[in-house]
């Protein structure tokens, strides 16, 4: 499979493509490019949360829970005394940083179910949802972070099953087909509270028309046809 530095580059890559097309349409502004560019690069490492104890593992816990930390202080500060924020954002950072890599760590078996295109869109729901309800982004924007994240998940999970095949001796690795799948035969019912989650998430999330309208809208055609020399 691809390793940790391959990850972050092939996301980074990709999300900056789609973030500069987004901004010649008009969807985000510059720093809604940058946020789309950092949701990319988030969900290209997030598969690996199912991993052992590694530095990239470290970098990833460490990552979403300073994601945690701000999306909190942004939704608390003004409501409640600084210094209650403050708790709250550290709270936030020792849960995830901390509790949810131990709880990650007993539960998740490496390419397993955290592997696989239901838990990508779980994990862009969930990040539209939070960026809408915490953070009072507008939807056509929180489904488009939350795009990018899912984006960056499956650019991942193609990269690893990229790296999964030897070309050289003209060979499928035991690896190939245990990243892009859409669940795990051992583990039925998980499978499906995922994919019931992505349900709920949507119907509680932000209103999902406008997002597609704004995307699937001529005007947003022509522009990053224009964007890339169409």
Not at 27 to 35: A, E, I, K, P, W
Request: net charge positive; glycine share 10%.
């Amino acid at each position: 499979m691809a390793n940790f530095r391959t990850h972050v580059l092939g996301a980074v890559v990709a999300a900056a493509a789609s973030a500069y097309a987004a901004k010649a349409s008009g969807l985000v502004d510059g720093s809604g490019t940058l946020v789309c560019v950092a949701c990319g690069a988030l969900g290209g490492i997030l598969p690996d949360i199912d991993a052992d104890q590694s530095v990239p593992t470290r970098i990833i816990y460490g990552a979403l829970g300073l994601a945690a930390a701000t999306a909190t202080a942004f939704a608390l500060y003004g409501a409640w005394p600084t210094v209650l924020v403050a708790l709250a954002s550290l709270v936030a950072l020792f849960s995830v940083s901390v509790v949810l890599r131990g709880v990650a760590n007993r539960l998740c078996v490496h390419r397993g179910l955290i592997h696989s295109i239901p838990v990508a869109a779980l994990s862009g729901a969930l990040t539209a949802t939070l960026a809408a309800r915490l953070l009072g982004i507008d939807p056509t924007r929180a489904w488009l972070f939350g795009a990018f994240v899912t984006a960056g998940f499956i650019v991942h999970l193609l990269l690893d099953e990229l790296f999964s095949v030897d070309l050289v001796n003209a060979r499928l690795k035991r690896s190939f087909g245990t990243a892009l799948k859409l669940g795990v035969r051992a583990s039925p019912l998980r499978c499906a509270l995922v994919c019931a989650l992505v349900v709920a998430l949507v119907q509680l999330g932000p209103p999902l028309d406008p997002f597609v309208d704004a995307v699937t809208a001529k005007r947003t055609r022509r522009a990053v046809s224009a964007a890339f020399g169409g």
